[in-house]
């Protein structure tokens, strides 16, 4: 059986075994505004897009609407696919993981934006949220994966081409 490479917390990379990863299905959430991206800001300052785990048994888009209320107190009404990745590392809560991420734009998003709804885990590193200009993504240091700026991107393109109302 072939070997996973998995990043480890301490940014080194280790082989596991297939059957020794957790398996952590994710959603995340691209809110563009007035060519601004919403990000969440960790306390050791690298930022992510809004989203998290999908609980056993959850559907996809309950997650969603769930991930994105806790992290921004936001809500919306259109959601439209813009990427899957998977991502193999360890995380304090999870251990070795296999990560399988879907990324979606959110649209007819209403609300202000807060922290009221974090879950007790979140408020050990998640810091604040911010509006970060499109034009600057590719300057700003991400969490674990330096392939957001090009979702990002993509949903901001998208957006553009398609005058649609997300």
Not at 130 to 139: A, G, M, Q
Not at 150 to 155: N, S, V
């Amino acid at each position: 059986m072939n070997k996973i490479i998995c990043i480890c917390k301490k940014g080194t990379n280790v082989e596991l075994n297939p059957q020794d990863l957790n398996f952590r299905p994710s959603v995340y959430g691209v809110i563009i505004k007035n060519k601004k991206v919403l990000l969440i800001k960790y306390k050791d300052g690298k930022y992510d897009i809004p989203g998290g785990g999908i609980n056993k048994g959850e559907k996809i888009k309950n997650a969603l609407k769930r991930e994105i209320f806790e992290e921004t107190g936001l809500k919306f009404k259109g959601e439209k696919i813009i990427e899957c990745t998977e991502n193999f590392f360890e995380t304090k809560t999870h251990g070795y993981t296999h990560s399988l991420r879907i990324y979606y734009l959110l649209g007819n998003v209403s609300g202000v934006p807060n922290l009221n709804n974090l879950d007790d885990h979140e408020k050990d590193y998640i810091d604040n949220f911010e509006w970060v200009d499109i034009y600057k993504i590719d300057k700003i240091k991400f969490h674990r994966n330096s392939k957001k700026s090009e979702i990002i991107k993509k949903a901001y393109n998208l957006l553009e081409d398609n005058k649609c109302a997300y």
